[in-house]
Every structure is written in structure tokens, then in C-alpha cells.
């Protein structure tokens, strides 16, 4: 079975800086599909950015991009100029390309931002 | 931008009363999901619905649970006799597909509390 491995419970960042979040993930498929979504308090999860694992470029959607280390299983979110609206829960997150759909969910980084 | 909504936001019951939790996904989208998340504990999925069928499921979906899509626009995740370990806050997913563009989009999430 795959399993999803945030070893950062809390993670600080100063406003206008970059934070990284980790992610590791154990798994014996080569096709899948890795995840980041983000949990503002009391409001539901959306999508940060997605990540094919036959794609070797590394994900960017503005502010958040990736570092996908497959050999690894590594799979990393880098906030760059970081604002007050990132504060949140960051979950991790991985679903098989071939086996269901399910998503298979790290236990979440709650990432402060201080003004 | 559409959204999934989840009726009701915190529903309380006594142990071994029947609840019913309501999702409402998004409407063009063809796939549902439940999951859950344990205070404390990792999101874990439940089970996957296409067709008005049950697609995939999860070991914590046993006989206790059912769902299903009664009209055109709801979901529902019936638990037929809450235990105490059932509390959790439970959410709704819904997507278009399931190919590697095709995101997972979340409800708020129903907090069930089971006295």
C-alpha cells in the first residue's frame, strides 16, 4: 500500500519570504500523480498543484512550484514570496495513475505566515 | 467558480443512532467520494462512486456505511448505527474524470460528533 509522509507538523515563514514544505512517499508503481492541497482555516481543501510522475519538469503554478525527485520519492512545495493569504494546512497527497482513485493523504504541514 | 457543498457543517447523535450526511458536487462531475478525517489523524478515503455504483473502497467502509445518489444533485454517505469512534469530520469530493488532469474538488466538510 502507498503512504504519504509530511514530517513537518508546523512550519513558519516571514511574509515576502520562500518556506518549503516536504513530502515523502513510499510506493512500488511507477505511474501516479503527487499532489499538494491546501486547508485555510475552516474552509475546504483546494488544489495548490499537480505533478505527473512521467513528467521529469517540475510543476510551477506562480508562487508554487515543486521539487520532484522521483528516485527519491520525494516530492517537496516551495511558496516563494510568501503573503498572510498561504497561512494554512498543506496536504500532501498521491493517487495511482493505473489502480483507483482514491488519494492517499499525508498528515498535513500547518504553515504559519508573520507579518 | 462551482462549488461542492456538504449539508449539514456539524451534526451531533447519539451512539447507534442512523446519520445521514449530504453532498451536493459539483454538476458536470461523474465521480464521488467520501473521506474522513479523525481529529489528529491523516484525511483517509472511504469510498469512490461512478455510474451509481460503489467503484473502490476502502477497509473502514464496512457494512455500517452506504451510499448514495437518490436524484440528479445529491450524495449521501449514510451510517446506519453511529459508534463513538465514527466521529470524524467527514468530506465530499467530486471530479470530472479520473485522468491526470482531473482534480479531486472538496466540500467543507460535515464535523460528526457521536455522544
Known amino acids: 500500500a502507498q503512504t504519504v509522509t509530511q514530517s513537518q507538523p508546523e512550519m513558519s515563514v516571514q511574509e515576502a519570504e520562500t518556506v518549503t514544505l516536504s513530502c515523502t512517499y513510499d510506493t512500488s508503481e511507477s505511474d501516479y500523480y503527487l499532489f499538494w492541497y491546501k486547508q485555510p482555516p475552516s474552509r475546504q481543501m483546494i488544489l495548490v498543484i499537480r505533478?505527473?510522475?512521467?513528467?521529469?519538469q517540475n510543476a510551477t503554478e506562480n508562487r508554487f512550484s515543486v521539487n520532484f525527485q522521483k528516485a527519491a520519492k520525494s516530492f517537496s512545495l516551495k511558496i516563494s514570496d510568501s503573503q498572510l493569504g498561504d497561512a494554512a494546512m498543506y496536504f500532501c497527497?498521491?493517487?495511482?495513475?493505473?489502480?483507483?482513485?482514491?488519494?492517499?493523504f499525508g498528515a498535513g504541514t500547518i504553515l504559519r505566515v508573520k507579518s | 467558480e462551482p462549488e461542492v457543498t456538504q449539508t449539514p457543517s456539524h451534526q451531533v447523535t447519539q451512539m447507534g443512532q442512523e446519520v445521514i450526511l449530504r453532498c451536493v458536487p459539483i454538476?458536470?462531475?461523474?465521480?464521488f467520494y467520501w473521506y474522513r478525517q479523525i481529529l489528529g489523524q491523516k484525511v483517509e478515503f472511504l469510498v469512490s462512486?461512478?455510474?451509481?455504483?460503489?467503484?473502490?473502497k476502502s477497509e473502514i467502509f464496512d457494512d455500517q456505511f452506504s451510499v448514495e445518489r437518490p436524484d440528479g444533485s445529491n450524495f449521501t454517505l449514510k451510517i446506519r448505527s453511529t459508534k463513538l469512534e465514527d466521529s470524524a469530520m467527514y468530506f465530499c469530493?467530486?471530479?470530472?474524470?479520473?485522468?491526470?488532469?482531473?482534480?479531486?474538488?472538496f466540500g467543507p466538510g460535515t464535523r460528526l460528533t457521536v455522544l
Open positions: 505533478q505527473e510522475a512521467y513528467k521529469q
Open positions: 462512486f461512478y455510474n451509481n455504483e460503489i467503484s473502490e
Open positions: 469530493a467530486s471530479s470530472e474524470g479520473t485522468g491526470a488532469t482531473d482534480t479531486q474538488y
Open positions: 454538476s458536470n462531475h461523474l465521480y
Open positions: 497527497a498521491y493517487r495511482s495513475a493505473r489502480n483507483g482513485n482514491k488519494l492517499v
